[in-house]
């Protein structure tokens, strides 16, 4: 059986019952707000 284009791209799966999933993630961003975190005030 021919490999799927998300396999071609290192894609995996998982097997839940009767279904295979993929193996998705979502990549950690960083913090971004207007809240000031330095304690500085205004």
């Known amino acids: 059986m021919e ?3 998300f396999e071609q791209m290192g894609g995996t ?3 839940e019952d009767d279904y ?3 193996d998705l993630s979502i990549p950690e961003l960083p913090a971004i707000g207007i ?3 330095g304690g500085g005030g205004i």
């Open 13 to 15: 799966y998982h097997q």
């Open 3 to 5: 490999k799927t284009l």
């Open 20 to 22: 295979f999933l993929p």
């Open 35 to 37: 809240w000031d975190s």
